[in-house]
């Protein structure tokens, strides 16, 4: 039988009343909340980034291949379909899609306001799943199966409310070029990013239109947006990309395009960071002055087993013992608090957010089981090291001193 184990079972919380069973309860309680906050704290950080960074994505891509000519603006030279990257673009094994894309900007008129816009153009195989998330009123655009312009376009919410225009309105968008043209376009749908770089400026439409207005053949496009089968390899594949495209295109990284939104993403990290340290603290040294009482209050009986023969390290055990028990009760409470909270945000959506501030109508949560595996570990292996640090008074315990102890 294991003696330690047994006398720290005997001097648990449930066979204890009064002020030991009391620090037992705060013990657990600070544990519990503790481990729960953290918990809560990482499933909704990872469900703010992924959201995020999704939103990106799916209006972007994650890489962006283009003409070396091409400077910063939207409008860009053109590039070929029959290019070596993109008839070729399938035996790369860490690419899951590929779809072409242009912009062209111009002047979109409503019924009292004109506002400048970018167009952007694309075509059959724009990946609309992944965007349906944003849109929020109508539908996508249906492409014509001979070839030729669809006149469908998708607003943003910021530039229909600007322009007082809904689904099912006509609008006419004009181009500055020489000479200037026009096109009439109905309105099938409304997206809603709600970021600020999308939103304020981009309308969707066929790519077909921008090839008329430039006078482009059918197989030029602006560029190529690449989709990776594992978005976090995003920095990890950019060279070997670069080294296999063609000579006159360039590779460019939606994170580096849009770095201020993951700047600001990756700022976020050091805030939970800084968290998780302050929690770590707060629960060793709870364990460590708990502890202690603890000691304090069973001065006696550690004397009298002193003079029953017991070793330093075997009460020492008895403690740590105690001490594992309130952490294993403690972060069991706490993962069902946690998971539970994730849990019902996630299937009822209960607490909301401003869009406009958070770009999200919602707390979103991210389920990331390695990360709660993981922070369990840390904080048990946290909390148990530090038991040993009250323990280690216990080898100054006089066993006369300790009995006559009061």
Known sequence: ?????????????????????????????????????????????????????????????????????????????????????????????????VQEYAYKPGLLKGEEEVQGVMLKGVGPDFDSLAFASSVSHGRFLTFNENGSASN?????????????????????????????????????????????????????????????????????????????????????????????????????????????????????????????GLILFVAAFNMIAILFILIMERTQMIGMLKALGSTNRQIRRIFVWNGVRIIGRGMLLGNLIGIGIGVIQDFSRLIQLDPYNYYMSYVPIHWDFGLIVGLNIL??????????????VISNVSPIKAIRFD
């Open 152 to 276: 469908e376009i998708l607003l943003s919410r910021k530039i229909a409310d600007k322009l007082l225009l809904k689904v099912g309105d006509r609008v006419t968008m004009y181009f500055v070029q020489d000479p200037p043209r026009y096109r009439r376009f109905d309105i099938v749908g409304i997206y809603e990013t709600f970021l600020e770089d999308f939103d304020d400026k981009i309308i969707i439409g066929d790519i077909q239109t921008i090839r008329n207005l430039n006078g482009w053949e059918n197989n030029q496009v602006g560029g190529f947006e690449v989709f990776l089968n594992d978005p976090s390899q995003i920095n990890a594949h950019e060279e070997e990309l670069y080294d296999k495209i063609d000579y006159d295109l360039k590779v460019e990284k939606v994170t580096d395009k849009y770095i201020q939104i993951f700047d600001w993403l990756g700022l976020l990290n050091n805030n939970v960071y800084v968290f998780l």
């Open 379 to 392: 904080i048990l292996l946290v909390t148990v090291l530090v038991l040993f640090i009250p323990a280690m």
């Open 1 to 97: 039988m294991n003696l330690p184990y047994f006398i720290a079972k005997r001097i648990s919380f449930q066979r204890t009343g009064g002020f030991t069973g009391t620090i037992h309860r705060i013990a657990v309680a600070s544990i519990a909340i503790g481990l729960s906050v953290l918990i809560i704290s990482f499933l909704i950080l990872g469900g703010f980034k992924k959201v995020v960074s999704d939103k990106v994505f799916s209006f972007t891509g994650h890489y962006q291949v283009h003409k070396f000519t091409s400077n910063n603006a939207f409008e860009v030279y053109p590039s070929s379909k029959e290019s070596q990257f993109y008839s070729q673009h399938e035996n790369f094994d860490f690419i899951r899609h």
